[in-house]
């Protein structure tokens, strides 16, 4: 899976602690951000990065 993999993503080899985690990809396909399953998918700081990346 090229989202754990930092060879193919260029930073990220955390593997998903549950099936809640959430990894942010830009739409030209970019990882972006991981966030793990404990954090709200409207919590602030993942619509904060959002708002950041103009998304």
Known sequence: MWLTQPSQNGWNSQQPEWN?????????GQLLHYFGPALDPMDEAITRYLGNEGM
């Open 20 to 28: 809640f985690s959430k990894y942010l990809v830009s739409p030209q």
